[in-house]
């Protein structure tokens, strides 16, 4: 799991500073915002 945050982190351009600053809400709605992305990633 953290290195699909840090893969997708990258990709995205935050870096892990601005990950571990996120607050909780921020991080739910992220990784919510990722688990979309791989299940698109995965369908096609």
Known sequence: MREAVFVLGQRSGWGLQE?????EEDLLMWLDTAKKVREKAEES
Request: net charge negative.
């Open 19 to 23: 990950l571990l600053n996120l607050d």
